[in-house]
């Protein structure tokens, strides 16, 4: 029996999520959403997609969850994007929502999924879904320190002119303006970025990586990055359903790594068929250690906000 993955949300990264989940082969899709006949139209249409891409997977959508069940993982997508001017955190309670509602539907029918968060603010949102689901903490997980090392990555290798394929690059933290990119432990082919690029050129693509979904944002106006997002959450799905055990940057709850207690933040883990399979723990310098304290405590602010409503 092939896996089954729902994906919640058929905007613009949901619909994205879906397509390229479909062009692999990996599993039979559900699209959900609550607007009618969008999810409905856009599944059949990747359907017939499939035989081009030469994919034999069944594509599926609809306004609620009873076609969702026994999924194996369910990616959520659904929420606002940003505006031009507005942050991740910005969207805190207009996806609190959003984020509560299908969680809550997911889970009742397919109480053994992964639940792979998407929908922003990233961190935020995973703790919404750990909470209202009850999951162990293996079973939940964001998507962010892919997305923020591909990012890191494209600018290196432009600036190097360099294959990106040879850019391995680590960023931490939670998924906003205070992530960590960790240029420590980033090389080209084993190179460190320190023996090809100056400190001035190094801390330019770290902000320019801090600030790479804002520069879309500006670009696009009325909408956020979909592409990339999307490309990230389908190499976490496919590390999952193919056991792969992969070492992937990404938002795991923690509980007491790095000092870090009862929150989302983005650390090294191993992905596999159980979800999160275990946490690495790198050496950090007094200064990244700091970096990365002070962006969890930037997604604690939102956790705490939360708090009265999570219970």
Not at 124 to 140: I, L, N
Request: glycine share 10%; net charge neutral; hydrophobic share 45%.
């Amino acid at each position: 029996m092939r896996k089954k993955v729902t994906v919640v949300g058929s905007g613009n990264v949901g619909a994205s999520c879906a397509v390229r989940l479909a062009g692999k082969g990996l599993a039979d899709i559900v699209v959900v959403d609550v607007l009618e006949g969008i999810p409905q139209g856009k599944a059949l249409d990747i359907l017939q997609a499939c035989p081009v891409e030469g994919a034999d997977v069944r594509v599926a959508g609809g306004n609620d969850y009873g076609p969702t069940e026994n999924s194996d993982i369910v990616v959520f997508t659904a929420g606002f994007p940003r505006k031009p001017g507005m942050s991740r955190d910005d969207l805190l309670w207009a996806n609190y929502d959003i984020v509560k509602a299908t969680v809550e539907q997911a889970v009742k029918y397919s109480p053994n999924a992964i639940l792979l968060m998407v929908t922003n603010p990233l961190d935020a949102m995973c703790h919404v879904a750990y909470r209202v689901s009850g999951f162990p903490k293996s079973r939940v997980v964001g998507m962010a320190g892919i997305l923020d090392t591909a990012r890191f990555r494209t600018f290196v290798a432009q600036a190097l002119g360099v294959s990106a394929s040879d850019v391995v690059a680590f960023v931490m933290g939670g998924h906003g303006d205070t992530m960590v990119p960790l240029v420590r432990y980033s090389s080209v082919a084993g190179i460190p970025l320190t023996d090809l690029m100056d400190a001035d050129a190094l801390q330019q693509i770290v902000k320019r990586t801090r600030d790479g979904g804002a520069e879309i944002v500006r670009y696009l106006k009325s909408g956020s990055a979909y592409y990339a997002p999307s490309s990230a959450a389908v190499e976490m799905v496919e590390a999952i359903l193919l056991d792969r055990k992969r070492v992937l940057p990404c938002s795991a709850y923690l509980q007491g790594e790095y000092g870090i207690q009862n929150l989302f933040v983005g650390v090294p883990i191993q992905l596999g068929a159980q979800g999160i399979e275990r946490i690495f723990e790198v050496k950090l310098t007094a200064e990244e250690d700091a970096a990365l304290k002070k962006s969890a405590a930037a997604v604690k602010e939102l956790v705490d906000v939360m708090a009265p409503k999570l219970g």
